[in-house]
């Protein structure tokens, strides 16, 4: 694999800091990251790549004789991989674009899908959020550690909070392997993690949507209880029924309360349902 700074100056383009690239420099992990991919593919699957950039990661996956559809916001990159000889045979599809602004259903047809990519730290959460909504995808993604950590935290643990609800409600997550920073140009700051999202067999009834809006108001603060956390968005009287109903103490925090509890309390308070009535899954 040669150097990306040597690839960036031959195209004439340079990392962008705004947008956090840091290419992957080592063939070793990619061949790593391929395999693993391979193995989560079903036979008849689609695999969507994040950010493809230089074509590290998608060069291996090719070789591997799966059709690929890269989603690349920066317009050099994507131009140059518009060269390689796999896209113009149909075998790399790349799409000029923000990956939050795409369906996967919609613009790559009936999956089952993969979605895979190095995943920069400024856009780890709407990409999280994003993935959640795409509904049923497996991911392998790379996170900076800080971000894998949260994925996998548990209520109590400092690390818990909206990424880790909103992730376990709908995925099984596990982190595979690290990769240091020397693996990357320019290498970054801190220590990546490759994680796996599996999808659960029962998921919430309620949207992701709705789950993303109602922990960001639960954790607005988390310094505050989840009382005081809800009281604008709705009401004194309706928390006080939803926390009565659940038996979440008033003074608790947002933190404390399992993955399982937003969805229902969001279904009490965003349609006004009651306990007796909810069905989870």
């Known amino acids: 694999m040669s150097s990306p700074r040597k690839q960036l100056e031959r195209l004439g383009l340079a990392p962008s800091k705004a947008r956090g690239q840091n290419f992957l420099r080592d ?17 008849s699957g689609k695999l969507v790549e994040i950010g493809p950039g230089l074509g590290a990661l998608t060069a291996p996956l090719l070789k591997r004789e799966v059709e690929v559809f890269g989603v690349e916001i920066d317009r050099g990159l994507a131009a140059n991989l518009e060269t390689w000889p796999e896209t113009q045979s149909g075998r790399l599809k790349i799409f000029q674009k923000d990956i939050l602004e795409v369906d996967v259903k919609r613009d790559f047809g ?12 400024c856009i780890s959460a709407p990409i999280v959020f994003w993935f959640i909504e795409q509904s049923s995808c497996a991911g392998i ?3 900076q550690k800080e971000v894998a950590q949260k994925l996998c935290a548990t209520p109590g643990q400092r690390d818990y909070g909206r990424l880790s609800i909103g992730v376990s409600l709908w995925y099984d997550v596990k982190i595979l392997f690290d990769i240091q920073p020397c693996a990357f140009q320019p290498s970054p700051s801190v220590v990546s993690s490759v994680v796996l999202l599996t999808p659960k067999a029962s998921v919430p009834k309620t949207s992701s949507e709705v789950i993303r809006r109602f922990t960001a108001a639960a954790f607005h603060a988390r310094r505050k209880t989840l009382f005081n956390n809800l009281l604008p968005l709705y009401g004194a009287e309706k928390v006080t029924q939803a926390l009565d109903q659940l038996g979440i103490d008033h003074k608790a925090r947002a ?3 399992p993955p399982q509890a937003f969805p229902f309390l969001a279904f009490l308070l965003e349609e006004g349902g009651v306990a007796a009535e ?3 899954f």
């Open 255 to 257: 933190e404390t309360l």
């Open 278 to 280: 909810y069905q989870p």
């Open 141 to 143: 993604f790379t996170f």
């Open 27 to 43: 063939s070793n992990i990619a061949d790593r990251l391929a395999d693993v991919i391979m193995l989560k593919l079903p036979q």
């Open 110 to 121: 009936e999956g089952p899908f993969v979605i895979c990519g190095n995943i920069p730290y």
